[in-house]
């Protein structure tokens, strides 16, 4: 596929997601094919929601906060500490990802993370048995499942980390 196509796909795709058009995420391909249909409508509420921070300062705005963790595979993260509540919700993650766009000095977001106190019981989270929540590795005493809605993973949406995010 030409860089050309792609751009026009990705730009076709958001714009029907914007405007409520249930589509199968481009992120749904290769190693998604188990997600339910239920669990494609909640995705799909994750990009509406945060469609408008692919501007960082938007999400600076909302009160995401960079807190300077960077980690490979994952990315730069910006969290708001307002919603780390104990609870889930697809459309208020907790944790916005960003990785530098290669040969540009700016930011693109890639997915988005769900963190829940370990003291609450291993959170439901998206519908069905797809997602994966697990223990954070930064040690924060946190449930974490990272969604990769804006980056396509070829491991999964709710793999651990990205391989094309360096």
């Known amino acids: 596929m030409t860089g050309r196509l792609r751009i026009v796909q990705c730009f076709a795709l958001t714009g029907l997601m914007l405007v409520g058009v249930r589509v ?6 290769g190693g998604n094919a188990g997600l339910t249909p239920a669990t494609q409508q ?7 929601a945060t469609a408008r921070y692919h501007d960082v300062a938007q999400a600076e705005a909302d009160g995401y906060v960079n807190i300077d963790l960077y980690v490979s595979g994952e990315g730069f993260h910006w969290v708001n500490v307002s919603l780390v509540d104990g609870t889930f ?11 530098p766009v290669p040969g540009e000095s700016r930011l693109q977001l890639v997915g988005v993370e769900y963190v829940v106190p370990l003291s609450e019981p291993r959170p439901e989270g998206f519908t069905g048995s797809a997602d994966r929540w697990r223990q954070d590795a930064e040690d924060f005493a946190l449930w974490e499942l990272t969604a990769w809605i804006w980056e396509h993973n070829p491991q999964g949406v709710f793999a651990y980390l990205n391989p094309r995010v360096p």
Do not use: N, S, W
């Open 42 to 48: 909640e995705l799909a509420a994750a990009r509406r």
């Open 89 to 99: 919700d697809p459309a208020h993650p907790e944790i916005l990802l960003y990785a």
């Open 24 to 29: 199968a995420p481009a992120a749904a391909q």
